[in-house]
């Protein structure tokens, strides 16, 4: 019974064959050149950005160290101020116009530590041959932030609230026990949206 099939011939192959292969030769070689056409896509395309995230890294990108620094330090205290006003005013029974201008007294004094500091740490950050800022890093950078600032901010506490020296450090050191989490994720939170600054990228 035949099932459409020809004994296969050991003679020339006829035209109509021949075609065949040809066509189907065509057609692969068609699809090998049309592979080697296609183009890579363009660098144009990138992620979508949203239109605030954009903002930030243009504003980041004309930011001198100066500025940066500025910035983030006023940052910094803004997020203080809210915190620690209300906290002196129950701790201590004092009026909350009393405390939150202690707060903002303080939160001066910080400000000012807050752009030495990072002045100094960064100079000695860029002399490190590991760039980066590794968690044990940001670890350091807090600590010393918090304790040069204890020794500036006690004094004026006692004053101001009337107190011992004892128990302005006593509620300094509860202060610091917030602020020490408080410096270490706003650090990370402030370079993961402005970027890192120059002294902890790596020399290109």
Known sequence: MSCGLTPRSSGAPTAGHQAQVGGTLYIFTALGLASCRRRPLSSNVRPHVSPQRALLRSVYGYMSPTTRRVLQAVLYEVGAIAFVGPVLGFAFGKPATSTFLLAV???TIALCWNYVFNALFERWESEQVVKGRSFARRLAHGAGF?????????????????????AAFLANLGLLAFFFVYAIGYTWAFDKV?????SALSAR
């Open 194 to 198: 402005f970027g890192l600054p120059q």
């Open 146 to 166: 918090e304790g040069g600032l204890t020794f500036l901010l006690v004094p004026v506490m006692a004053l101001w609230l009337e107190t011992t020296f004892l």
């Open 105 to 107: 007294i303080l939160s």
